[in-house]
T-cell receptor, first 119, second 112 residues
Framework: GAVVSQHPSRVICKSGTSVKIECRSLDFQATTMFWYRQFPKQSLMLMATSNEGSKATYEQGVEKDKFLINHASLTLSTLTVTSAHPEDSSFYIC???????????????FGSGTRLTVV | GNSVTQMEGPVTLSEEAFLTINCTYTATGYPSLFWYVQYPGEGLQLLLKATKADDKGSNKGFEATYRKETTSFHLEKGSVQVSDSAVYFCALSDQAGNQFYFGTGTSLTVIP
């Protein structure tokens, strides 16, 4: 089945530094990938939709300059948290849609997530 | 708009007990409905899904039926195991399949 690899699984960084999270579709092409953020004991909130070869679409309230998204190829999207602060500490999850699957199957696959801790 | 309302937890059950986690939704058109499971320290895994009214999704002993008349998709399992301890998310995908809407998640702990 479709597999999405997300790396790193855990990262600790100092306040003010930047962190890059990668999301790769391993055995399928994904023109669209999604980035979610999960606060402790809360649901996943969609941050942005990443489109291959074009600018990402951000949800209301998400800072574009802080959460930089690059989708340079059909199998890779990256999320960079710039100038990270402790309040950015969270669980970030990406998902990708297998373009080869039928729409009715809604072939979305989620990565295993990245636990970011900013100290 | 689209939204999912999910039973709040946490839920604690003894092994072999019956599980129900309630989920209702609001949506325009004909959404697809999903249950995802998140084990400690891991990402989301699709547990089951239903794409049209009266469909029953099932997997690993869990099942849920897409009830359009009550706009519900309750998750059930007849006999839970310790290994079922996780957070369960109800979700819907809009008709075009372009976006997911998640419930707040229900934490389940099964004790021996």
């Amino acid at each position: 089945g479709a597999v999405v690899s997300q790396h790193p699984s855990r990262v600790i960084c100092k306040s003010g530094t930047s962190v890059k999270i990668e999301c790769r579709s391993l055995d399928f092409q994904a023109t669209t990938m999604f980035w979610y953020r999960q606060f402790p004991k809360q649901s996943l909130m969609l941050m942005a939709t990443s489109n291959e070869g074009s600018k990402a679409t951000y949800e209301q309230g998400v800072e574009k300059d802080k959460f930089l998204i690059n989708h340079a190829s059909l199998t890779l999207s990256t999320l960079t948290v710039t100038s990270a602060h402790p309040e950015d500490s969270s669980f970030y999850i990406c998902s990708a849609r297998d373009q080869g699957s039928r729409v009715s199957n809604y072939g979305y696959t989620f990565g295993s997530g990245t636990r970011l801790t900013v100290v | 708009g689209n939204s999912v309302t999910q039973m709040e937890g946490p839920v604690t059950l003894s092994e072999e007990a019956f599980l129900t986690i309630n989920c209702t939704y609001t949506a325009t058109g004909y959404p697809s409905l999903f249950w995802y499971v998140q084990y400690p320290g891991e990402g989301l895994q699709l547990l089951l899904k239903a794409t049209k009214a009266d469909d029953k999704g099932s997997n690993k002993g869990f099942e849920a039926t897409y009830r359009k008349e009550t706009t519900s998709f309750h998750l059930e399992k007849g006999s839970v195991q310790v290994s079922d301890s996780a957070v369960y998310f109800c979700a819907l995908s809009d008709q075009a399949g372009n976006q997911f809407y998640f419930g707040t998640g229900t934490s389940l702990t099964v004790i021996p």
